[in-house]
């Protein structure tokens, strides 16, 4: 139920709504509350006024990194060639953002796809935004972005782009090692 608050110079309106919008961090919570002011001037009422949201700044805002486990490396634009294209076994390739909702939704599973199949593949990460070159060498437009290499070259066929599921994920995987001849 709504609270009316009046006194001599000012009007202030309650409500008992949930707040209007709500997202949090490790530390804090933020919400706009339905909470109104109404300040009389001389010509009558002057305007409404919400409560200001709390400024986020960078010591407020949470820090997102890319998180790696047991069997996921992360590596940059130098670690490249020695780490994928010299590698004697086959590479999957997950370029990623820190920003991406997908690239997030899908890292348990490649974490669990690294772990299956240790012995027969290895399974990288690579930062979209600190590796430009890379990028743009290989072209990738979305993201995540899955790439299968071999012997120092990617597999024809083997780009993925967008969110997949772990069961379409270890089908694609299945087909890609079967192709390529790694049972």
Avoid at 63 to 80: D, M, T
């Amino acid at each position: 139920m709504d609270t009316v608050v009046s006194s001599s110079s000012s009007l202030v309106v309650r409500s008992s709504l949930p707040p209007v919008r709500t997202f949090t961090s490790p530390s804090k919570l933020y919400s706009a509350t339905a909470s109104f002011s109404f300040i009389p001037s001389i010509n009558g009422l002057r305007r409404n006024h919400l409560p200001p949201l709390r400024s986020l700044t960078s010591s407020t805002v949470p820090k997102l990194s890319i998180r790696c486990g047991a069997g996921v490396k992360e590596i940059k634009e130098s670690e490249f060639r020695s780490t994928v294209l010299e590698s004697n076994r086959p590479v999957l390739v997950e370029f990623v953002a820190t920003w991406c909702g997908p690239c997030r939704l899908i890292s348990p599973a490649m974490e669990s796809i690294a772990q299956e199949y240790g012995d027969r593949l290895v399974v990288v990460k690579i930062d979209h935004d600190a590796n430009p070159k890379l990028i743009e060498e290989y072209k990738v437009y979305g993201l995540p972005t899955l790439i299968l290499f071999k012997d120092g070259e990617e597999v024809a066929e083997s780009r993925r782009e967008g969110a997949i599921t772990k069961p379409k994920l270890k089908e694609y995987v299945d087909a890609l090692l079967e192709t390529i001849s790694v049972a």
